[in-house]
């Protein structure tokens, strides 16, 4: 069958189409919401209007099959109209009060999971890992299975002092906003690259792969027409493996994840935050990450015991200073804590006050 | 089909949280290419490994961007992954769908490739995972013919994307669905064809609830705001009392301008000492709402760790009309990427552009003046370039101070 047309820069499609009737006649017309329970929440317009939501989890990976099942749970309960949120969401727009009931119970008949909404633990937002990326050192997917299996309480019904956005990130390239999370795993190599000389000038640019480093560790190796890492300034990014794949840098046993936390991207309160280093390294451990999990639910239980009502991780451990998270958690304090690469002039303690 | 042993990944289809590997096994009932994804999975839990190669340079005619190369270490093993490109289709503003929509791309994609998906990227593109390379063509005329078209990739504008803004929240500023989709529309040649130095991503949430994180994610980040007053219901200050909110310890004390009183009556508010950080207004919807003139902030720079550190945007506009057909905007976006292009080597982020050459540079470069609204505090050191024009700036100033007999500082 002969293919249809191209078109080329038509851009996406016009979203107005997309609206339900609702939202086109209360456009930039709301008035205030109400979360109901972690699973749904109301919007109502000035003209009066409502428009119940209701959010379910999605593994991010989904098949067809399962689109079309949102589908078709949109056709029957919301006249066809629903959208996916920048965590991974799904949500159920529907402007009939009398369809929200059902189609709650038509969800969790067939399994879909509600909630997400206000002072809990929404989706997390992660990477490809080993599904389908070239620099993951961990699998995002896995991580975020584990943990949300363990936190799920947190998402369909238990409230905690404010949200807590979790982050995965398979390398630290961390695509999405791991460094600015409550609570994020890093996967880290722990190892020098090692260099496949032979094909170094067939496949890399030598100031390219100079340049990507960002402690100035590699330099030329005129006489294998290659470059070489200085060990003592290597702090594995992998970066150079990125702009140079005969630089290997991958490790089964050595790579692993890290855990920070305390970011955030509002503005509410105070200014956003990036993530800090609180957990400098934890084996890889598919399928489940035991540790990982562990470590995860054990901060979040710290917080959810410890923190004044709207407090955000972060917010928190600025309060009672991060001797004290240290203390409060038990987690070792090591070295890798102490900024020395970008930061440490600002992250040093400069004054004899603070607490034992 | 063969049938892979999966014992470990198996372990992630228990538990109650939706389960990816349950995704990629329903799409592997009937497509070859979703299956050996499965073992190949598997393989990398086993071994702790992955095995995808780099992106390798594939694309539709005409444009350089949209799909991104991957391959396999193992193809000989796992044939339907030798291949198993992503491509990337231009999501509509908000994220919002019809069920009629999203079928016909399913359908295409079923035809087509391996019939995983994400739904979204991190970017904010619907994800097309794993399709070869001979499938492209015909996968760009399906979907373009029927009125979607590809994202960004590799050095050009990302995919814009937008909060849900005016669509269903009652504290946007702006119109985030709109810019989006006209921003994406303006810059639609930026996105297929990389011509710059790395990649820009741009990024709208309507108020500083950044609910797309733009301040941490994107090159420019474009965060809705007001200049008026907060209005105050109060009535429903008194209904948040009476159930049972304490507006003194959750209202008043955290509030970081300390601008809220509540004498156990009234809230009153200082506006003027207000910095807009919106946590009385979120906890008090019913109460408080913003009002007056609206627009944006404009920030620049953030990115993730690599190469030399995460960086948060700076303000570099603290308020800026957004309104169609967004001419400014616009303009100061075609001016950050001139100075970007004059002085970006190749793999710089504008932000890692901006601290090698300096704000000075960046902010003459796109005609904006200093101001205390871009800054946390000024500068500690006495290390600083002084212009002959600058210079001859302050002597004036000094001359005119004789004059008049009147210091100006």
């Not at chain 1, 991010?60 to 949120?85: P, Q």
């Not at chain 1, 008949?109 to 929404?122: A, D, E, L, N």
């Not at chain 1, 690259?193 to 560790?217: D, Q, W, Y």
Request: some cysteine.
């Amino acid at each position: 069958m002969a293919l249809p047309q191209r078109k080329t820069d038509i851009g996406p499609p016009h979203y107005k189409q997309f609206l339900p009737p609702v939202i086109q006649k209360n456009y930039g017309k709301w008035k205030y919401h109400e979360i109901t329970d972690p699973g749904l929440m109301v919007h109502v317009g000035e003209s009066g209007d409502k428009l119940w939501t209701v959010r379910v989890a999605s593994p991010r990976i989904l098949s067809t099959a399962t689109i079309r099942e949102h589908c078709d749970l949109a056709d029957k309960y919301c006249g066809g109209f629903f959208r996916y949120t920048t965590r991974n969401n799904v949500e159920f727009l529907v402007s009939d009060e009398k369809q929200v009931e059902p189609l709650r119970k038509d969800l969790t008949k067939r399994g879909f999971k509600m909630g997400g909404i206000g002072s809990g633990i929404s989706n997390v937002v992660h990477t490809q890992g080993w599904v389908h990326c070239h620099s993951a050192c961990t699998d995002a997917s896995g991580l975020v299975k584990s943990m949300m299996d363990e936190l799920m309480p947190y998402f369909e019904s238990k409230r905690l002092p404010n949200k807590v956005r979790l982050a995965v990130a398979c390398c630290v390239n961390m695509c999405g906003a791991v460094h600015c999370s409550d609570i994020a795993v890093v996967a880290v190599h722990t190892k020098v690259p090692t260099i496949a000389h032979e094909n170094f000038k067939n496949m890399c640019e030598l100031p390219t792969v100079i340049g990507s480093c960002p402690t100035r560790a590699i330099s030329p190796d005129p006489a294998n027409k290659s470059v070489k890492i200085n060990a003592e300034k290597c702090m594995y990014c992998g970066n150079c493996f990125t702009v140079c794949p005969p630089i290997s840098i991958k490790d089964p046993e050595r790579d692993g994840v890290a855990i920070v936390v305390g970011g955030k991207v509002n503005s509410l309160r105070s200014n956003p935050k990036f993530s800090k280093l609180v957990i400098p390294y934890i084996s890889n451990e598919p399928p489940r990450w035991p540790k990982v999990v562990a470590a995860i639910k054990h901060i979040v239980e710290v917080y959810a015991k410890n923190a004044r009502k709207h407090e955000r991780v972060g917010e928190w451990i600025e309060r009672i200073g991060w001797e004290r998270f240290f203390s409060l958690t038990g987690i070792d304090f090591t070295f890798q804590c102490i900024d020395d690469f970008t930061f440490m002039r600002d992250t040093m303690r400069t004054s004899s006050t603070f607490k034992w | 089909m063969k049938k892979y042993d999966t014992p470990l990944i198996d372990e992630l289809e228990k538990g109650p949280w939706p389960s990816f590997v349950t995704e990629m096994k329903k799409a592997a009932k009937n497509n070859e290419m979703a299956n050996d994804a499965v073992g190949h999975l598997e393989k990398c839990f086993k071994t702790k490994v992955g095995y995808w190669k780099h992106g390798g340079i594939v694309g539709v005619l005409g444009y350089g961007g949209g799909v991104i190369g991957r391959y396999s270490e193992i193809g000989d093993e796992f044939p339907g992954v030798a291949h198993f490109h992503t491509v990337r289709i231009n999501q509509p503003s908000g994220f919002f769908y019809t069920s009629a929509a999203l079928r016909e791309i399913c359908d295409i994609w079923d035809k087509y490739g391996s019939g995983l998906t994400n739904v979204h990227g991190s970017t904010g593109d619907l994800v097309l995972l794993g399709t070869k390379t001979e499938a492209l063509e015909a996968i760009f005329a399906e979907y373009s013919s029927r009125g979607w078209d590809l994202g960004g990739s590799g050095s050009a504008l990302r995919t814009p994307s937008c909060c849900i803004g005016p669509g269903r929240c009652e504290w946007s500023n702006y119109d985030t669905l709109d810019l989006s989709y006209a921003l994406t529309q303006e810059f639609q040649d930026e996105i297929h064809r990389p011509t710059f130095a790395y990649k820009f991503k741009i990024k709208m949430s309507g108020c500083a609830c950044d609910c797309v994180a733009s301040l941490a994610r994107a090159d420019m980040s474009i965060i809705g705001t007001w200049k008026g007053k907060i209005e105050v219901n109060q009535d429903e200050v008194k209904n948040y009392a009476k159930n049972g909110m304490d507006i003194n310890a959750e209202i008043v004390n955290m509030c970081p301008t300390q601008c809220i009183s509540y004498d156990g009556k009234a809230l009153k508010i200082n506006d003027a000492e207000c910095s807009r950080c919106m946590h009385c207004i979120t906890r008090m919807t019913k109460a408080l709402r913003p009002s007056g003139e609206r627009g944006a902030t404009i920030c620049i720079g953030s990115k993730a760790p690599i190469v030399v550190g995460s960086l948060l945007s700076w303000v570099i506009v603290p308020f800026i009309k957004v309104e169609p057909p967004y001419t400014e905007l616009k303009d100061l976006v075609r001016k950050i990427w001139e100075w970007w292009d004059d002085n970006a080597k190749p793999r710089e982020r504008i932000g890692e552009v901006i601290e090698m050459k300096g704000m000075r540079s960046f902010l003459e470069g796109i005609g904006q003046s200093p101001i205390p609204q871009q800054i946390k505090e000024p500068r500690k050191d006495p290390f600083m370039f002084y212009t002959e024009d600058d210079m001859a700036a302050f002597k004036a100033k000094e001359a005119e101070e004789k004059k008049t007999g009147k210091f100006k500082f």
